[in-house]
């Protein structure tokens, strides 16, 4: 068993590796204790764009609530995360943090659909494209133990 903690180890330290060259930098601290992760599924590359433009996202009402949520929790112990990934493109496209709770009443009129309400801060980390393939290894428990590709705020 301790031989194959160790195989796990090393292969998840590859793929780290393999990961960091791949985004130019030297090493990537997300430490899981005190950080939460959430994949954004965009229908829109252009609503990413925006996104990138004026540092704001706004995601679905129950999306909304658990980031809301996680920020609350974390607030001042730690950083909420964005994976941020349009949907049918086989890819990440960077990483956010959120930077703020979410503003139940404002309203961004420039998405793509009219039908997102609230809206929150981010700040990116990076944006860069990475394809789903250097993310599959990773198994999410709470989503019925499918690669994080499957998963969606």
């Known amino acids: 068993q301790e031989q194959e903690q160790e195989q796990k180890y090393s292969s ?11 985004l130019q930098t030297t090493d990537i601290e997300l430490s899981p204790c005190h950080g939460k992760f959430f994949v954004i599924k965009s229908y829109s590359e252009d609503d990413v764009h925006k996104c990138v433009k004026y540092n704001i ?5 129950t999306g909304n609530r658990r980031l809301d949520n996680a920020y609350n929790e974390l607030y001042g112990k730690g ?6 990934s349009v949907n049918a493109s086989g890819q990440f496209c960077g ?3 959120m ?11 420039a998405w793509q659909q009219d039908k997102w309400r609230g809206e929150f801060q981010v700040n990116w980390i990076f944006i860069k494209d990475i394809p789903n393939k250097m993310f599959r290894h990773i198994i999410i428990q709470s989503n019925e133990n499918k690669p994080v590709t499957n998963s969606r705020d």
């Open 12 to 22: 998840s330290q590859a793929r780290k590796k393999e990961l960091c060259q791949r």
């Open 57 to 61: 996202w706004a995601s679905t009402d």
């Open 79 to 84: 950083t909420v995360y964005l994976f941020f």
């Open 95 to 97: 990483v956010a943090e």
């Open 99 to 109: 930077v703020s709770p979410v503003d139940y009443n404002r309203k961004f009129s």
